[in-house]
Nanobody, 114 residues
Framework: QVQLVESGGGLVQPGGSLRLSCAASGSIVSIAVMGWYRQAPGKQRELVAHITSGGVPNYADSVKGRFTISRDNAKNTVDLQMNSMKPEDTAVYYC????????WGQGTQVTVSS
């Protein structure tokens, strides 16, 4: 069983920064792909970024150069540093662990607005 707890969402102005953190529990976490997805109102959930157990990241084109994903395998955490944020980054962000199945956090709201 995998449990995910997210933190760090909130309101930020355009051009600002925010950092999301996710703490995971479960025996498979250290060998799984960990990542972040987001879902804006009226839109489908989409991949923001994920990172393999070996530390290889992958980003959606819309966030490349602005967001950075990192993980700590010893602590079973995955973070998302978001810089130069835009209003279109507004969404509920979900932590994800992928190992045979998808496991999801409860989601955290991120709002980019002046």
């Amino acid at each position: 069983q995998v449990q995910l707890v997210e933190s760090g969402g909130g309101l930020v102005q355009p051009g600002g920064s925010l950092r999301l953190s996710c703490a995971a529990s479960g025996s498979i976490v250290s060998i799984a792909v960990m990542g972040w997805y987001r879902q804006a109102p009226g839109k489908q959930r989409e991949l923001v970024a994920h990172i393999t157990s070996g530390g290889v990241p992958n980003y959606a084109d819309s966030v490349k150069g602005r967001f950075t994903i990192s993980r700590d395998n010893a602590k079973n955490t995955v973070d998302l540093q978001m810089n130069s944020m835009k209003p279109e980054d507004t969404a509920v962000y979900y932590c994800n662990v992928k190992w045979l199945l998808d496991y999801w956090g409860q989601g955290t709201q991120v709002t980019v607005s002046s």
